[in-house]
């Protein structure tokens, strides 16, 4: 059984990841910002901590994760509202357990993306939707630049829809949807795949298999 720091452990594909990783065998560790999602969460049979991304330090960062033996970062500030958020969350959230799994030498790290983010952004982009690629493209380099053994998997379009089972995964695809439950089942999939290690792939809906995907995803 292994622990399994969830960053962003309330957020919508953290919800969907929980119980797929109970179902694994392995212990979720949900990171959370407030006692009510702990509480909630623990109700579901996960195991919480508390931790606010933004304001949380390195040695809180570092308390967090203490005894994990990989980490998922799954948090977000969205692609909407406060264009801030996005660094403090999507970026300086990302660094802050970067650099607190390579100090604890935790070295598997699944972090979700978005799909896209290394092309250009126009100068008529609007500012929040800059700012989120921006901080999404740099958590991804920053994380592709460390020592530790990384998968960054990089959603399309996210939406509430029940799950399929079935996804278009590689380096580049077509932007589309794809159903928060899917992408939850892909980090499920590649968490223990050492094929996955030091692999950067884009992910839609499709019509391949989780793990069949994953399967192609690594031989190509």
Do not use: C, N
């Amino acid at each position: 059984m292994a622990t399994i720091a969830v960053v962003g452990g309330a957020g919508q594909i953290a919800r969907h990841l929980h119980p797929l990783l109970l179902a694994a065998g392995h212990r979720p560790v949900a990171l959370v910002r407030r006692r009510e999602q702990a509480d909630e969460l623990g109700a579901l049979g996960v195991d919480s901590r508390l931790l606010d991304l933004e304001a949380a330090g390195h040695d809180e960062f570092v308390a967090a994760l203490e005894g994990a033996d990989a980490v998922v970062f799954a948090a977000g500030g969205g692609a909407d509202g406060d264009p801030e958020r996005k660094r403090t969350v999507d970026l300086e959230g990302s660094l802050k357990s970067i650099a607190a799994a390579s100090a604890l030498g935790v070295d598997r790290f699944v972090q979700v993306s978005a799909i896209g983010v290394d092309a250009p952004v126009p100068d008529d982009t609007p500012e929040v939707w800059r700012a989120y690629v921006e901080a999404k493209r740099a958590a991804d380099v920053a994380l592709r630049e460390s020592d530790l053994a990384w998968t960054i998997l990089r959603p399309g379009g996210l939406t509430d829809d029940e799950p399929t089972g079935r996804v278009t995964l590689a380096a580049d695809v077509e932007r589309s949807e794809i159903p928060r439950a899917d992408v939850a089942a892909v980090i499920a999939a590649v968490i223990d795949d050492g094929r996955a290690v030091r692999q950067q792939w884009e992910l839609v809906g499709g019509q391949v298999p989780v793990l069949e995907a994953v399967t192609a995803a690594t031989t190509t």
